[in-house]
C-alpha cells in the first residue's frame, strides 16, 4: 500500500504492475497514458528502510490513539476551543527521550503542559494505555478512505478484524497536527 504518485513510479520502472485500476481514470503525461492503479503488485523485492515504514506523525499517532488523551480519556470532540491534541513524550526529550512510537502517545494540551517535562511516575499521569508501534496497514489507511477494491484487497490477505479495524478508523474524526 503506498501513495499514488510512488505507484506510478513503481509501475513505470518495471517494478510493479498493476493488478486493478480504477474504472474510467486514467494518468497521462507528455508520452504515456496508463489506468490509475488501485492495486499494484511488485514484481520484484523492493527494499524500504526502516526509518521510513513507520515514522511518527501526529496524524498517524492521534489515529493509533482513536483521538483520545491519553491521561484524561478525552476526546477531540470533547476538547474546548482553545484546546488540541498534542503528542507527548513519556521520557521527555529534554531528558534523553526519542520519538519513537513506544515513546509518545496523545494528550490534550492542558495535559501535555501539567505533565510538562517530568516522567510520568514523578507527577502520577500515566497513559490509559501502553505506546505500541502500530501495523504498517493501520498507519497506510488512517487517514485514506478504503475503496470497495482496496477493502477486498485487505480482507483478503489481512483479514475481516484488520478491515473492521481500519473502517473504525476511517470513522474517527481527523485532526492533523
Known amino acids: 500500500m503506498v501513495p499514488l504518485k510512488r505507484a506510478l513510479r513503481l509501475v513505470i520502472d518495471g517494478k510493479a504492475e498493476i493488478v486493478e485500476s480504477e474504472t474510467g481514470r486514467v494518468i497521462r503525461s507528455e508520452r504515456l497514458t496508463m489506468p490509475r492503479p488501485a492495486v499494484i503488485r511488485l514484481t520484484k523485492f523492493i527494499h524500504v528502510p526502516r526509518k521510513f515504514r513507520r515514522q511518527v506523525t501526529n496524524t498517524f499517532l492521534f489515529a493509533r490513539d482513536e483521538y483520545t488523551c491519553q491521561y484524561c480519556g478525552r476526546t477531540a470532540f470533547d476538547l474546548k476551543p482553545r484546546e488540541a491534541l498534542t503528542r507527548d513524550h513519556l521520557i521527555p526529550l529534554s531528558r534523553g527521550g526519542s520519538n519513537e512510537w513506544t515513546n509518545v502517545v496523545t494528550a490534550c494540551s492542558s495535559c501535555n503542559t501539567r505533565k510538562s ?61
Open 117 to 177: 517535562n517530568r516522567m510520568p511516575n514523578e507527577i502520577g499521569m500515566h497513559p490509559l494505555h501502553a505506546p505500541v508501534e502500530p501495523h504498517f496497514v493501520h498507519l497506510s489507511w488512517a487517514v485514506r478512505k478504503l475503496t470497495p477494491t482496496q477493502v477486498r484487497y485487505i480482507r483478503m490477505f489481512y483479514g475481516a478484524e484488520t478491515l473492521r479495524q481500519l473502517e473504525g478508523i476511517e470513522r474517527r474524526p481527523r485532526q492533523d497536527g
